[in-house]
């Protein structure tokens, strides 16, 4: 005997949600025939997400027999999602619409000493900001994303630590923002919320590896970010590749993110040269022919290559996607790269691996928290059939 109705009710408008939100347009029929819910069921949920405003009527499909088959889509400025990806400087922020579309972004620098609540602050002042110019109204927000450059614990929503931020421990930055901020807050590794952005099916299989201050990996299942127990899965930045003892900010020493982030990369070309630069101008630097810089480059590219590898060899996925590394693919660094993954997966499979750079910006990097707060928006209800011990009825639950 079923228990309870609304379960079935949102599981069938879940259902209907999702048929829209991956099809972008589509018509009634369509509907019924990829959820294979009763023709009564799918009106009904369309009626009803209709009066929500969740969504609305987008033209007509052009046939030239008959009556044209109204198409149905998302709405897209009723609800809106935020995203906040933090890489300690800069902070990049995005607004989406509720079809996954991006309504507003920015971007600010933080001082590289800046703490935790000092990173919340300037959040608190940004997000409160891009109300006003998005002229967006917070009762339409369904929710907050942060990606964050440190060790997660997602029972907690917390970040336990982030070596880079000073005096990050424990600091439940979630629920200080939701102290200010009436909707959920989620907290997630920043380079998992930016993997969210790369998968483009329901068999997708990848390594998204993000090159910043430090390096991360978000490993991509089946259309799926793994994320582990805790949410640290991919945390190769902290493997230790090296033997040269090089203290990494975490306490180790010779972490692969000591030879090949870009902190790293402005370190050795300083020591080197006795000159700083900034990673963007050493990019530069190197293409202009720059032998330090080019050095430097080889160098950081060929360890960077060892620890991709070690990744594809872990998970025996062969498609490799780089973000953030702001150079082009005939730059020394990223040939590099890809001649130290092509030398060292030798033997390894039936299959070269593919390394290649990720197509998205600067301003869209908010956007892998958007997608996951859509997700969860539209997430569908969990089933769980068991027999009672009274009677052997079957009961659904949640």
Known sequence: MLKNTNIVKMANQA????????????TTEEIINQT???????????????QQKLIEKRGNVRQSV???PILYSLSRDVYYAIGIDIDVAPIYMAISRLDGTIAYSRQWDVSENADGREIKDSIIEHVSKAFVEAKVSRDKIIGMGIGLPGVMNLQQNIAEKISRIRGWENYDIAKELGD???FPIYVRNDTHLLGHMEIESENENMLYILHRSGIGMAPIINGEVYEGIFGNAGYIGHTRIGAQGRICNCGLKDCLEVYCSKRSIEKSYEEKTGSHLGYDALVLAAKNGDLDACDIFRKA???????ITNAIKTYDILNVVIGDLRCS?????????QESVAENSVNFSVKQPTVRLSSHKKDEYGMGACQFVLEKFFE???FH?????????WVETM
Do not use: C
Request: charge should be positive; glycine fraction near 10%.
């Open 180 to 182: 200010v901020f009436d």
């Open 301 to 307: 590219g060929n360890y960077f290559g060892i620890g």
């Open 329 to 337: 693919e005939d730059h020394i660094f990223f040939q590099s790269i």
């Open 15 to 26: 259902l209907v949600l999702d048929s829209i939100k991956k099809n972008k347009k589509i």
């Open 36 to 50: 294979r819910l009763s023709r009564t069921t799918v009106l009904t949920m369309m009626k009803e997400l209709s």
């Open 380 to 382: 569908q209800p969990k």
């Open 385 to 393: 059939t068991n027999i009672s011990e009274n009677g052997g009825e």
């Open 66 to 68: 008959g009556r044209q």
